[in-house]
């Protein structure tokens, strides 16, 4: 009877957990840049005193992220970019090196490009600074030039965003939703990555897909709690024909 409520209880738990998962992908659903994140069941043996395998537990798995692009949208602000290509810009986080393609940036009071999370957008030599009320303009190879108000012509290059194309099976997703190497090393940047300036790359989360998984785990999740509830209704029937004889 314990094996029955112990694959029982262990479906439950993951069916909640991937529910999560569906649930933080909803909420991202308008975050450019976003990549929806993969998941699946895999079943794990769990082995007896005697080292046979008695039991069999679920356990859901990040497999990775959705790597299909997402639509590109203009937006007409000289601080939105949208990859064109694949591939990802360099942010600094306080855990070293990090990707992303979420390109709705702003600059800090002390001049220096981020992200809107926050993140340095990381340049080619490092932290990209813009020059105080300057008018910004971004070319597909990421150097950002910076003019005058009203003089375009004495436009200046202050910088480069770095991009990297690693490849898609190289990175994997972090708590934070930042893309990071596999190896834990800082890639190098590619001149084949391009973007375009004054658009945003949207989120490939489908919302009505998710939200129809998000069904289905509930009802398998309800599923797993009645087939508990019928184990304990066995388990009481067999205590009480027991104590009967």
Not at 88 to 103: C, D, H, I, L, W
Request: hydrophobic residues 35%; without cysteine; proline residues 6%.
């Amino acid at each position: 009877m314990d094996r029955m409520i112990y694959v029982a209880m262990t479906g439950a738990k993951q069916s909640s957990f991937q529910q999560a998962t569906i649930a933080n992908n909803l909420a991202n659903a308008n975050t450019p840049g976003f990549r929806a994140e993969l998941a699946a069941f895999r079943a794990v043996p769990a082995t007896g005193g005697t080292g046979l395998p008695t039991r069999a537990f679920v356990l859901e798995q990040t497999t990775g992220a959705d790597m299909t692009p997402g639509v590109v949208q203009t937006t007409g602000r000289s601080l939105d970019i949208a990859l064109t290509t694949g591939g990802f810009f360099a942010v600094q986080t306080p855990s070293g090196e990090a990707y992303t393609r979420n390109g709705s940036l702003e600059i800090d009071p002390n001049g220096i490009l981020r992200t809107r999370d926050g993140q340095q957008v990381q340049g080619d030599g490092g932290p990209i600074s813009i020059p105080s009320e300057s008018v910004i303009s971004i070319g597909h190879d990421g150097t950002i030039s910076a003019s005058p108000p009203g003089d375009p012509t004495q436009s200046n290059q202050i910088g480069r965003i770095k991009l990297v194309e690693p490849g898609e099976r190289q990175m994997e997703r972090g708590s934070d939703g930042l893309f990071r190497p596999r190896d834990g090393q800082p890639l190098e940047a590619d001149a084949s990555v391009k973007l375009m300036q004054g658009a945003l790359e949207s989120s490939n989360v489908n919302a009505v897909e998710q939200l129809v998984k998000m069904i289905d785990y509930q009802r398998h999740y309800d599923m797993q709690v009645r087939l508990l509830q019928a184990a304990d209704q066995n388990d009481r029937a067999a205590a009480q024909v027991l104590t009967l004889s």
